[in-house]
């Protein structure tokens, strides 16, 4: 890990005026939702707050031509991709840890109670579901050009959930064209096990029980693995000059 | 010898050993502990199985509280680690209501079992967590759409007793 990159990477989030911004928005919405009784909502928007950072890494510097000057530095291109990964995911996870304080002091303002256990279980899922979020992104970034690893992200999201709602109707089906799809599923359930289980590890719920050892140790792994693949392809890939 | 400008290639494309070590740990690790799965906290709340539900409401006269959830339902596990699982509002439903989960399996299995569909065509159910009080006649009395807070559902089931 080269810590230039990491700080380097911090850098340019905090001295970004849009993140500056949504870090506002952000604690005054969490801090406001949580006086009004409804705390933890706000976490659901750090998503989309690791879509936008995420979609930054690698790609964008491809097609830009950036990537290529930074290639002619003696730094390993794994480690250059590790780094940034790290750089974003702190950055995202500062933006949480400030949610969360805004979450705890509008509850104090509001006079509701505190339950820690909930409000660090919401906490750590959001920090989770970002790390895989950035390295997935860094994988899907690895081998495309731009802000393609986003949209390929979204639509795999989009296609998944489709197919399983569609496939889920036709194994209802018993008669029609679709009744012998249905007798299929009906007779092979892994089939949509399997596409239920690809759907769970690419883009995870929360656990059901917090603090679960298991889905925190399935988000860590997937994250590991996505990023290792990252670096493998990241690593390969031809660099030209130039921007395109 | 490698220098600032002429630099090793094959080292610069080299793989970090440590994050495939690592992977490969985490996904030993995960293989192991999916034989162990973590058992979920009990929640405090007497439940009452769907076909026992309105015999035990017209014998104890006290009104059915439904809860509508599924496993994939993110609101609807915050609403059983605060409200289920806290003391006071678990006896407060105990002593006040014959409690039904009824949990939404059509995403995991494609289709739900006929008295759990029966109850969410009955009830018009759309979205999750939704909590329906209704009589033993099956009358629907109040209901609450979503998760908005321990204290909020604190002062809805107050209102509806």
């Not at chain 2, 009104?63 to 609101?75: M, R």
């Amino acid at each position: 890990m080269s810590l230039v990159v990491v700080a380097e990477a911090l850098r340019r989030h905090f001295a970004h005026l849009g993140y500056i911004s949504a870090l506002l928005i952000l604690i005054l919405i969490s801090a406001t939702m949580a006086a009004v009784g409804a705390p933890q909502t706000p976490y659901e928007m750090i998503g989309l707050f690791a879509l936008i950072a995420g979609c930054q890494l690698i790609g964008p510097e491809f097609s830009k031509g950036t990537l290529q000057l930074i290639l002619s530095k003696p730094v390993a291109r794994s480690t250059y991709l590790v780094s940034r990964v790290i750089g974003v995911v702190l950055a995202i996870w500062v933006a949480i840890i400030i949610m969360f304080a805004g979450d705890i002091v509008g509850r104090l303002i509001a006079g509701t109670p505190i339950n820690w256990r909930s409000a660090l279980a919401a906490a750590l899922v959001s920090a989770l579901k970002v790390l895989l979020v950035c390295c997935l992104l860094a994988f899907l970034g690895s081998f495309s050009r731009s802000y393609v690893n986003v949209g390929i992200y979204l639509g795999a999201q989009i296609l998944l959930s489709m197919v399983a709602g569609m496939l889920g109707m036709m194994k209802n089906a018993v008669s029609g064209e679709m009744g012998a799809i249905g007798a299929f599923l009906r007779a092979n359930p892994e089939v949509l096990r399997a596409l239920n289980a690809i759907t769970n590890n690419l883009f995870p719920d929360g656990p059901a029980i917090p603090f679960d050892r298991n889905w925190i140790l399935m988000m860590v792994c997937n994250a590991s693995a996505a990023l290792l693949l990252a670096c493998v392809i990241f690593s390969r890939r031809e660099v030209p000059y130039g921007a395109d | 010898m490698p220098t600032s400008l002429t630099f090793d290639r094959k080292k610069q494309r080299a793989l970090p050993l440590w994050l495939v070590i690592l992977t490969v740990l985490l996904i030993v690790a995960r293989i192991v502990s999916l034989k162990y799965p973590v058992q979920a906290d009990s929640d405090l709340v007497n439940w009452t199985p769907i076909s026992m539900a309105s015999a035990a409401a017209a014998r104890s006269h006290r009104p059915i509280l439904y809860e509508f959830s599924a496993d994939w339902c993110g609101p609807c596990h915050i609403l059983e680690r605060e409200v289920f699982m806290d003391t006071a509002l678990a006896e407060k439903i105990n002593e006040r209501y014959i409690a039904v989960r009824v949990v939404d399996r059509q995403r995991e299995e494609g289709s739900n079992i006929p008295e759990v569909q029966q109850l969410m065509d009955r009830y018009g159910i759309r979205a999750f967590p939704t909590i329906v009080i209704a009589g033993s006649d099956g009358q629907v009395r109040d209901k609450v759409l979503g998760y908005t807070g321990r204290d909020k559902f604190a002062a809805f089931i107050d209102r509806v007793h």
